[in-house]
């Protein structure tokens, strides 16, 4: 039998277990004594907490109506009283207090209402904001429509506009044609009847003169005259115009496809509060160091060093400003191993799977990939639509990629999440509509890393902000860096990493430093350790920081945790 409870019906504190109860909280639903109550409305988290004098409740008995029932029958799954207990029918039945009934039902309510708190209602949140994403993405997918067929018909009217250019210059060299030929013609028939009144004038003089030997030589030739000049009649071309019928001019000019709204009762799944694969048993909790400590140097060959990706707690993978990633070993700061990409072209961010594979982004001329190396042998694994370019890319813990993505244009920024080489969600607008990432374009790529409690965190170049949102893709804040900066310039942020503390660290490579920064945003401490133009950054698996230093080509190993 429960301690707090006993078989006189006597209710007992719920914090200490032992005082009697003389108070109730409704909030929280738990009974206490008079000492305990102090502590619970002292308390930060409970001081609001509504509380009244405890009074025990027993119903009344439905078979002996002056009767007050402070036993429950198991068996018979009713409150019973003194005098239905003293008659046969509940002779031999187990019995429980009221109190105890009572109990049992509110931690029942209470257990409920936690699951509807932690689990059910998040998990809507998660939904709604999901819905609220893909409209977002509705609009934006039917305004590129809209866009479309504005395009189309416009290259339309170009076209149109060109044919009946083309059409009226033949009309005009047809009509000059024939208006050369007529003009040629009248020229001709002019000169005639010039002729003819030359004659005429030069005959009329010398009938004037009477002078007989001239007469005698007179002679017109009117028959010369009589032969009249072919008449030219101009044959006039026809315009014939194609007949426009709405279904023909619908089929040529292009159709929509039909629509379709699919309802998939599996495409939701209750949250759960174990955050992450990892998440089975929580981390140990580290403390940051009063002073972070550089542990190691790797230097590089590189001219200009890009990024760094941690394969092992002994390894890292390196890319600069060629086509060959390489594989340092910490510990000896040698050379191991060395991979040019399949396409000759620079990888334009590097990443190391959960299962210990090197994925790299290409940035080519015409084709933009993402590709993996299994075995020193490179798959690709993503190819991006046309007239889109990767920025950076991480391995989630569920082994999915996530890739951020931008238009050539540079007026679009998306984040992309995939499974294999398909697409499962793209993360673009906030709740009102407006872009979550910079456009345009940066000097350094974007860089995104998931953290432990699963939130997308990318720093933005271009927005001078660390943007973080949730599994959902709904924003949860903007950092927008910490004053005063180690060397009081504004906020630079080009890399980004996180560890087992759910802590965020990014590079701010114009101060020199890395900000550390908590799951929520706020600000915790600089790690500077004579770090040179800071840029991509990792954790291992013992949260060891690796720093890339953009102007040595220096590799920085620093242990800032305890």
């Given amino acids: ?34 000492t305990c109550v102090g502590e619970h409305i002292i308390s930060e988290e409970t001081k609001d907490h509504k509380v009244r004098k405890f009074t025990p409740f027993h119903p009344g008995c439905i078979s ?101 250019k083309k059409l009226k210059a033949e009309v005009d060299e047809m009509k000059n044609t024939q208006l050369q030929t007529l003009q040629k013609h009248l020229d001709e028939i002019k000169q005639t009847f010039s002729n003819m009144e030359n004659d005429i004038e030069s005959v009329n003089i ?3 003169s009477n002078d007989f030997s001239k007469l005698v030589g007179v002679q017109i030739d009117v028959d010369r005259y009589k032969k009249l000049p072919h008449k030219i009649v101009p044959s006039l071309p026809k315009f014939m115009p194609g007949k426009i019928q709405g279904e023909e001019l619908s089929k040529n000019f292009g159709a929509l496809s039909s629509m379709s709204l699919t309802f998939d009762k599996h495409g939701y799944s209750m949250k759960t509060t ?50 060959t990633m390489k594989l340092y070993s910490i510990i000896q700061g040698s050379l191991l191993k060395s991979i040019t990409t399949k396409s000759g072209n620079k990888p334009f961010d590097i990443e190391v799977t ?22 020193e042998k490179i798959e690709e694994v993503i190819r991006l639509q046309q007239n889109w370019k990767p920025d950076g890319v991480c391995s989630t813990s569920s082994g999915d990629i996530l890739l951020i993505q931008r238009s050539d244009d540079g007026n679009q920024t998306k984040v992309v999440r ?67 900066a180690p060397k009081n310039q504004w906020f630079d942020p080009v890399g980004i990493t996180s560890d087992s503390q759910c802590h965020i660290l990014t590079a701010d490579m114009y101060n020199d430093c890395v900000h550390i920064i908590d799951q929520d945003g706020q600000f915790l401490r600089y790690i500077q350790c004579g770090l040179s133009q800071p840029k991509p950054l990792c954790t291992d698996t013992n949260d060891n920081l690796f720093v890339v230093q953009y102007s040595t080509t220096q590799v920085k190993k620093i242990k800032y945790l305890q």
């Fill in 1 to 34: 039998m429960d301690p707090s409870t006993s078989a006189q019906g006597v209710s007992r504190c719920e914090m200490c277990v032992t005082a009697m109860v003389q108070v109730h909280c409704d909030t929280c639903l738990v009974n206490l004594c008079k």
């Fill in 274 to 323: 174990q955050k992450s694969p990892e998440a089975g048993s929580s981390p140990p909790v580290k403390q940051l160091l009063d002073e972070p400590e550089t542990v190691t140097t790797i230097d590089t060959d590189y001219i200009l060093l890009n990024d760094v990706a941690c394969q092992s707690d002994e390894e890292i993978w390196t890319s600069g400003d060629d086509s």
């Fill in 354 to 375: 959960k299962s210990g594979d090197l994925i790299y982004t290409d940035y080519g001329q015409i084709d933009t990939t993402v590709n993996i190396v299994k075995k």
């Fill in 64 to 164: 002996h109506i002056q009767e007050r029932c402070e036993m429950y029958c198991n068996q018979c799954d009713i409150p019973i009283c003194k005098t239905c207990i003293a008659f046969d029918q509940h002779i031999g039945h187990k019995s429980s207090t009221i109190l105890e009934i009572l109990d049992e039902k509110k931690n029942k309510i209470i257990q409920e209402q936690n699951e509807l708190k932690e689990t059910v209602f998040p998990t809507y949140q998660d939904i709604a904001s999901d819905v609220q994403n893909r409209m977002s993405q509705l609009e934006k997918e039917y305004e590129d429509i809209s866009k479309t067929i504005t395009e189309h018909g416009e290259d339309w009217h170009r076209n149109i506009d060109k044919l009946v």
């Fill in 418 to 484: 995939y499974s294999g080489s398909t697409e499962k969600q793209t993360i673009q607008f906030d709740d009102e509509g407006k872009p979550l990432y910079s456009l345009g374009f940066c000097i350094f790529p974007k860089c995104i890393t998931e953290n432990r409690n699963l939130d997308i965190c990318v720093s933005d170049q271009g927005a001078k902000a660390v943007v973080v949102v949730n599994q959902a893709g709904k924003l949860r804040f903007r950092y927008t860096g910490h004053t005063p």
């Fill in 206 to 208: 010398i009938v004037k």
